[in-house]
């Protein structure tokens, strides 16, 4: 009852919070959409005995329950990644595996369990590679009297198997492309398994599939656009100058979408028509689209008729297409570059001799930018632990970026109103140097704008007494997901500490964790963050 209590009250209180304000910033968390994606891995004991474990996730679940589908009692309430044991008669069942969501909101759904003593018969294995992801292998098996089954990959140093239910998809990328000895075992409850191995070529996948994502509409005068059919191009220019490079070039033709390609790339220029130039100091940022199944970096340079060049690097994503925006701040910051007469722009891979496919090649500016400061907070500072804010005394900070994230941080100012900008922002860790002991607060603010966010994830991290993350077993964490913020305006966060439902000790808090969509290429602007109660 004790279990059940905390659920009821927890569905109450988020109920109370998203109902509680009139503000357009606030999070809804009633808005919240139920669980999606819901399904168990379901396994078997390979000893007639019929003890089946569920391993069940879904998007969105706080907690999940099992009907098991025998007439026995449910399961209580589990936390995501918890396994649930029983044990079954042989026979066919179906148990239902119902999600919840952090305001109360469930979605249920129905999956079979085949509880059978006989060994698994009628083995089909099919493997495939996969059309959009290079060295993606995709096994699918089907057999009697199975319940789930193990795949062996036979890729060096990776012995554990993969496991799927019978009837599902599973899927594996492979370090190298090449020949594998792939081992499939189909197992029900049975002691005898049934086996199948063939070898089988994983490929790779030299071009995309899909076009790059459509540029937003912009106004002509908010855009320089060198290649890209959604702009007006400059005139004229030069995608494969003769500057000695190795590769060669071609324009990729995918069903209609006109798309640059540039193989066995080492450096690769692009030269705009002679005399022309382009002043971009009155724009935000440039913009590339970059396809590629094997390069790990590109290095992109802008280059001035009268201070050379400046480069900057970005990760890239294979098999996908990876989206960057580079601030023209990168360029300008370092030393001595100016960037009012461009007239070339320099492409260089790492490593070199790989492929590469490039789509909107333009410059923009930003048109929705901040200029008002964040909500004033009215707390008591007495009711406050503040790590950043103008508004109280904060807490001493060890880094607002740690040393694992490939966001920059630049400490700026809005209306006169400190705040800390990231740009580029993958994920980025903030710790105090010593850590704070929220026990006594009730709630997590944050005031966040982004012009260009989809998404905002912040996670809480308890390092326990020790004060080591993983030290002893006593850390605790929980992230919080926060879809489709309001763009362009302040968004107040203000959160129950309850919500952080896998934080079950406050006591020393020694990590905050931001996140978010799209990953790597948007920018957020973030002030007043502090604990209240």
Known sequence: MKKIHFI???????????????????IDIDGVSAPTNISALVTVTQDNTGNVTFIPKGEGVTQFKINFGDGTTESNYVSPGTTVPHIYKEGVYKAKIKAMAINGKTTEVEQEVVVSFKAPENLKVVITNDLSVSKQVNV???????LFYDVYFGETGKPEPVSANI???????????????????????AIKTTEHTENFTAKLVLNPSASAPTPPNRSAGNVISIYSSKYTNIAGTDFFPNWGQSGSFTEFDLNGDKILNYTNLNYQGIALASGVTVDVSGMDYIHL??????????????????????????????????????????????????????FQLKLVGNPAGKNVFIDNIYFYKNVESLTTAAPTPTKAATDVISLFSDAYSNVAIATWRTDWSAATLEETAVAGNAVKKYSDLNFVGIEPVSTIDASGMTHFHVDVWSADFTEFRVKLVDFGANGVYNGGGDDKEH?????????????????????????TTRGHIAQLIYSGNPSGTHTIYIDNVYFHK
Not at 9 to 21: A, D, E, M
Not at 479 to 503: C, H, N, Q, R, Y
């Open 8 to 26: 009821i009250s927890l569905f109450v209180l988020t109920i109370l919070v998203g109902c509680s304000s009139d503000d357009n910033g606030n």
């Open 140 to 146: 699918k098996v089907t057999a009697d009297f199975a």
């Open 167 to 189: 009837g599902a998809s599973v899927s594996y990328v492979y370090k190298d492309a090449g020949v594998y000895s792939i081992r499939v075992v189909a197992k029900s409850a």
């Open 289 to 342: 689209d970059v396809w590629t199944a094997d390069l790990a970096k590109l290095e992109t340079s802008l280059i001035s008729k009268t201070n050379g060049e400046r480069p900057v690097t970005k990760d890239l994503i294979a098999n996908q297409w990876t989206s960057i925006d580079i601030p023209i701040s990168a360029f300008t910051s370092q030393t001595g570059f100016t960037v009012a007469d461009i």
């Open 479 to 503: 992230e919080l997901k926060f879809t489709a913020p309001a763009k362009g305006s302040w968004v107040s966060l203000d959160i129950p500490l309850s919500d952080f439902t896998g934080l």
